[in-house]
């Protein structure tokens, strides 16, 4: 961390690195979907960039910039390429799982210095395959595999999602796990985002003994109810709204990417099936691109509202005056709705970039094929079925509760909203 800069100097900064990294990113990212992992030389590249450090504590020496900030951060990677970006939206939006496991767990995190991520995650939803026990002292956890473990192949510890019962009914607890107790498995063969690394894991052991301060209810951790030692209002701030606004980043930068690329290579390239010598002269793809920026442009107002949200929102708690758990609610749904949005609108921009970019755009040195098909996992992401999404945010519009379910985007975590009287 630059410790003298002003933020919003210190994010110029990690921009004009990003930048400069940028055409190495994009060079090497087809060697990191053939070997379903970007390189170590990538993760220290981006590290050095400051990248990693965006939303890490002011206190361990991070940036902690606003979630405002970080999202300019993660849309920058993104132009550039999109499993780089995931790799950066993972680092910075899953800060708030050890921040809300406790001091001590923040300490184990963030009080040696480390190249990479510092944070990784896997299967916090209902799915769960993981187990945990309570036994003297902590926790004896077993079961896995642990899926879509994105930034654990790099990340000092993974959180993992393990399933408890005391005798009073099954709950989610979040388990800090060091790196070398764990097994990564091969399986990350998938359509998109294929340089994330985001492989299984499963323990070395058949079980495994975590102290009692590495194993938090995930209850605790969503409603914030663990004092971290942390003072920066980020820290207070909605965690759907930190995760989510970050991760429409990524489908922003995807598409603002794709759309430099179409316009560099479709300049002076004839239109196949008319008169046109040179692409950008032709009315039909002045069309595609006003409606390509529409998209863009909404999904990226709407993210940016929503981010600059939750850092006010984040204020308002460390102010010690938080808002009511009805707006919560409605907050949180609201930025998981429209973060799904986000995410349509700008696969189908590039969709269109990449259906007016002729045969050669398939070839797999293209970015924008690579694009196209990372934009599409996003919008398949676990927590981001846009219908199941509407409906929530629908029923909470209508007066209604929405689905109680368990899990990081679970809503009933705050206090139930008042039906609304009929008139």
Not at 129 to 157: E, H, Y
Not at 325 to 343: G, H, K
């Amino acid at each position: 961390m630059t410790g003298t800069l002003h933020p919003s100097e210190r994010l110029t900064e990690i921009l004009e690195k990003v930048r400069a990294l940028g055409p190495t990113l994009r060079e090497r990212a087809l060697d990191a979907e053939r070997a379903g992992r970007l390189s170590d030389e990538t993760i220290a590249d981006l590290d050095a960039t400051g990248a990693f450090n965006i939303g890490s504590p002011a206190e361990f020496g991070g940036d902690e910039l606003s979630v405002r900030q970080q999202l300019e951060v993660v849309a920058e990677v993104a132009k550039w390429d999109g499993s780089a970006a995931w790799t950066v939206w993972v680092g910075a939006s899953t800060n708030w799982i050890p921040a809300g496991s406790g001091a001590r767990v923040v300490e184990e995190v963030y009080g040696s210095r480390w190249v990479g991520p510092r944070v990784a995650a896997s299967s916090h939803f209902p799915a769960s395959r993981g187990r945990a026990k309570r036994v003297d002292g902590g926790w004896s956890i077993s079961g896995g595999p642990w899926t879509f473990g994105s930034d654990s192949l790099w990340a000092p510890f993974t959180n993992l999602g393990c399933i408890a019962d005391d005798g009073d009914g099954p709950y989610l607890v979040g388990v800090q796990v060091p790196r070398d107790e764990l097994r990564f498995l091969d399986d990350w063969h998938v359509a998109g985002m294929k340089g994330t690394g985001s492989v299984s894991s499963t323990l070395v052991q058949d079980e495994l003994f975590v102290p009692d301060h590495r194993g938090v209810d995930f209850r605790d951790v969503t409603g914030q109810k663990l004092d971290s030692g942390l003072k920066g209002s980020v820290w207070k701030a909605p965690s759907l709204g930190w995760s989510f606004s970050l991760m429409a980043g990524m489908s922003i930068g995807l598409a603002q990417g794709a759309l430099d690329r179409f316009l560099e290579r479709s300049a002076g390239r004839p239109l196949r099936g008319t008169t046109y010598k040179n692409q950008l002269e032709a009315p039909l793809t002045h069309l595609m691109l006003a409606e390509v920026h529409s998209k863009i442009q909404s999904a990226t107002s709407m993210t940016r509202a929503n981010a600059e949200e939750t850092d006010r929102l984040g204020e308002l708690a460390a102010a010690g005056t938080p808002a009511a758990p009805e707006y919560l609610q409605m907050f949180s749904a609201r930025v998981l709705v429209e973060t799904a949005y986000a995410a349509k609108w700008c696969a189908e921009a590039i969709e269109l970039l990449q259906r007016n970019s002729g045969s050669t755009a398939i070839m797999e040195s293209e970015p924008i094929q690579r694009a196209w098909r990372d934009a599409r996992v996003i919008t398949l992401h676990g927590a981001l079925n846009l219908e199941a999404l509407s409906e929530n945010y629908g029923r909470l519009m209508a007066g209604a509760q929405p689905h109680k379910f368990d899990g990081i985007t679970t809503l009933d975590r705050f206090a139930p909203a008042p039906l609304k009287k009929d008139v």
